[in-house]
Nanobody
Framework: QVQLVESGGGSAQSGGSLTLSCTASEATSDHYFLGWFRQAPGKERKGVATIASDGSTSYADSVKGRFTISKDSAKNMLYLQMNNLKPEDTAMYYC??????????????????????????WGQGTQVTVSS
């Protein structure tokens, strides 16, 4: 079973930047990675940014203009560049992946509103803490 591993989290000051990375334990299809979600304590996991099979992206309103999702197929990596961080960005961040065409269709149609429950593969998460 493919395992996902996130890295790059940590602490940052408000206005700072962090870049999250996600890699898979084995070579996967270029269409494997689908997005980043985050979960703050006591809150549900929500979509931050998604990238569909055709490369189209979707962002939560709260991060538009500040975060950028990208993939590097040659390196089998998914990234989330986070700029102008705010304290409300503090959360555990997870990358999500799947090869099921139905999941990909959902991401294509719904973007960040795709329910987290339908993704088959998750990383263990990386903590991002932003202080004011």
């Amino acid at each position: 079973q493919v395992q996902l591993v996130e890295s790059g989290g940590g602490s940052a000051q408000s206005g700072g930047s962090l870049t999250l990375s996600c890699t898979a334990s084995e070579a996967t299809s270029d269409h494997y990675f689908l997005g980043w979600f985050r979960q703050a304590p006591g809150k549900e996991r929500k979509g931050v940014a998604t990238i569909a099979s055709d490369g189209s992206t979707s962002y939560a309103d709260s991060v538009k203009g500040r975060f950028t999702i990208s993939k590097d197929s040659a390196k089998n990596m998914l990234y989330l560049q986070m700029n102008n961080l705010k304290p409300e960005d503090t959360a555990m961040y997870y990358c999500a992946a799947d090869l099921n065409p139905r999941v990909h269709s959902a991401v294509q149609a719904l973007g960040v509103k795709t329910p987290s429950s339908i993704f088959g593969y998750w990383g263990q998460g990386t903590q991002v803490t932003v202080s004011s």
